[in-house]
C-alpha cells in the first residue's frame, strides 16, 4: 500500500463527513468484497460496490449529523485497519453514537478491493497475524496509563532507544531497561505528566513505524504541549531491540525503504 492510497483512503472518511459520496466510491472497486459485522441485518459476505453503496447510505438515513473520526491506522502490506470513532444520534431514537468502529481494508493498485466491519480491534489484529503490532500498541497503552514495567516488557534488556530532542536538543542514546526509565523520567522533566498516543502503525519487515502524538505539559512553563513525531522500533523475535526517534515522519518512512 503507497503513500498515495493511504491518502485516499483517509480521504474517503473526510467525504463521509462533507456528505460527498461520490468521492468516496471513486476509491471502490467495482466488484469489492465486502463483510459488515456478524450482528449486521445485512451480514454475511456480499459482492459489488452498489450493493456497498446502498449499505453505507442505509446508516446515512438512520442517524443524524454522522461523522466517522479515524483516530488509529494500522498498516501491513495491502491491508489496512482503521479505528474509528462515529458520532450523531439516532434519527428516530435520539440515542448518542460513541463506541469506537473497526474497518479493515484490502487496497490494490489504488483500489479497495475488500472492506471487513470487525467487531472488536482485538478481533481485527488477531486477523492480521502479526504480533509486533499487538506487542508496539500494548507497550504504549500501558505507558499511558502509568504501568512503566508493562511498558518496559515489550523491551529487550539490551535494547537501544535513539532520541532527537531530549534530555536537549540533538537527542540522546539510551540503552537496557535503566535506560528506558531514565528516558522516561528525563522526558517527564521537560514535558510534565505526558501521554504518546499512535495516530499510525506500519509494519515494514522486522520493523514497525509508529506514528505518535505526544501530549503533556511543560514541567515549567505549564503550557499545553503537543508534537506529532515518529518511533522506528526494531524487532528480534518479540521484543523490541531498537528505537529510533524522528521529528520528520516522512524521514522515518524513507528509513525503513517504504519511502524513496
Known amino acids: 500500500m503507497t503513500e498515495d492510497d493511504v491518502a485516499v483512503l483517509l ?89 469506537e468502529v473497526v474497518h479493515v481494508w484490502t487496497v490494490r493498485e489504488g483500489r479497495a478491493v475488500g472492506f471487513w466491519a470487525a467487531g472488536t480491534r482485538e478481533q481485527a489484529l488477531e486477523a492480521l ?35 532527537w530532542i531530549v534530555p536537549g536538543p540533538g537527542g540522546a542514546t539510551y540503552k537496557g531497561h535503566a535506560g528506558i526509565r531514565e528516558l522516561w523520567s528525563d522526558a517527564r522533566n521537560v514535558f510534565g505528566d505526558f501521554r504518546n498516543v499512535p495516530e499510525r502503525i506500519v509494519v515494514a519487515g522486522d520493523r514497525i513505524v509508529a506514528f505518535v502524538c505526544v501530549r503533556g505539559r511543560g514541567k515549567e512553563s505549564g503550557v499545553e504541549v503537543e508534537g506529532r513525531i515518529a518511533h522506528v522500533h526494531t524487532f528480534r523475535g518479540s521484543k523490541i531491540t531498537r528505537v529510533e526517534s524522528y521529528q520528520d515522519r516522512d524521514e522515518a518512512l524513507k528509513a525503513v525503504g517504504l519511502t524513496p
Open 11 to 99: 480521504n474517503g472518511y473526510a467525504a463521509w463527513n462533507r456528505d460527498e459520496f461520490d468521492t468516496i466510491f471513486e476509491f471502490i472497486d467495482p466488484e469489492i468484497a465486502w463483510l459488515p459485522t456478524a450482528n449486521a441485518i445485512e451480514s454475511g459476505l456480499h459482492t459489488g460496490r452498489g450493493s456497498l453503496r446502498e449499505f453505507m447510505e442505509s446508516w446515512r438515513e438512520s442517524f443524524d449529523d454522522l461523522r466517522v473520526e479515524p483516530e488509529l491506522l494500522i498498516q501491513k502490506d495491502d491491508t489496512a485497519i482503521v479505528i474509528a470513532r462515529p458520532s450523531g444520534r439516532g434519527h428516530a431514537s435520539g440515542i448518542e453514537l460513541g463506541a
Open 129 to 163: 497475524q502479526e504480533e509486533t503490532v499487538t506487542t508496539t500498541l500494548r507497550s504504549y497503552e500501558a505507558f499511558n496509563r502509568g504501568d512503566l514495567e508493562r511498558a518496559v516488557s515489550a523491551f529487550d534488556p539490551e535494547v537501544v532507544w535513539h532520541t
